[in-house]
């Protein structure tokens, strides 16, 4: 009778150890399979990378994000001076982040359509008067013509797309206009400022300032984007800085990059 109890005792036990030994090969296979699922189906562990979508436009955009068998959708725009139309602005996530394949980059573009503005009326004003007046109405001061005249840096015609434009037509914001300003004869003559470590509108501002023209504006390859160019720096202009009288309405060129260059060649 002890004997049958001790083997049955036995038996049961095995019985346990047997069903504790499956369940735990069970638990070990169902992890296994679930994982190899989620690699096939969610592509676990498998990134790609963001590529950088600004300033192209949607379609560009769309091809780009394709190759990299991502999707992108326009979900916003705001207007941007100075940018093409239509033309990428930001994007989310931002490039270089890393995300599963399929992922959709949101996009926010520039305006297809520019907001409206009011010419205004700038003959008689000093070339720094109607300079003031456009940047409040959101134009931008582009080439300045002298002639002869009694007043220097009197404007005496304002052009838009070198045709002159009456005072109160409408033109899209940024527009840039020119100016016809007046130079005496015994009142002609400027200097060429310092640029260098200056960034790409402040430069700008400085060359009109001094009654000068930007003859040509060239970024290095590392700037890539409207906002790049925002906050590139002078690192080169020719002709050079000098205190060498000049005269009103001469040329400069500006060379710009993301990175400062102590050099100022010519």
């Known amino acids: 009778m002890k004997e049958n109890q001790e083997t049955n005792s036995g038996s049961v036990f095995k019985w346990i150890l047997r069903n504790i030994v499956l369940a735990i ?19 676990h562990g498998e990134t790609i990378t963001v590529p950088d979508l600004t300033s192209m436009s949607v379609s560009e955009a769309s091809r780009e994000a394709g190759s990299h068998k991502l999707r992108v959708e326009v979900t916003d725009s705001i207007y941007v001076r100075r940018m093409a ?18 992922r959709r980059i949101l996009l926010t ?7 409206k503005v009011t010419m205004p009326n700038l003959v008689g004003y000093s070339m720094r008067q109607a300079k ?3 940047n409040s109405r959101g134009l931008t001061l582009g080439k300045l013509t002298y002639v002869s005249d009694i007043a220097t840096n009197n ?10 434009i009456k005072p109160g037509k409408q033109i899209e914001s940024g527009a840039v206009i020119d100016l016809v300003v007046g130079l005496n ?4 003559q400027t200097y060429i400022p310092d640029l260098k470590g200056m960034k790409y509108l402040r430069a700008v501002d400085a060359i009109h300032d001094n009654s000068l023209n930007v003859r040509k504006v060239s970024f290095d390859s ?12 002078v690192y080169r202009q020719s002709p050079t800085a000098s ?15 993301l990175e400062k260059d102590e050099s100022n060649e010519q």
């Open 185 to 188: 004869p015994t009142d002609n």
């Open 222 to 233: 590392n700037v890539r984007t409207y906002a790049d160019s925002l906050n590139a720096v």
């Open 25 to 43: 090969v069970f638990v070990v296979a169902l992890v296994v399979v679930i994982n190899l699922l989620l690699g096939m189906f969610t592509n």
């Open 155 to 164: 404007v005496l015609r304002q052009v838009y797309n070198n045709r002159e």
């Open 85 to 102: 139309k239509g033309a990428v602005y930001s994007q989310n996530p931002k490039a270089g982040s890393q995300v599963k394949k399929g």
């Open 109 to 115: 573009i520039n305006a297809l359509h520019s907001k």
């Open 243 to 257: 205190n060498a009288p000049i005269l009103m309405g001469s040329e400069v060129s500006i060379y710009l990059s």
């Open 132 to 134: 003031a007046e456009l």
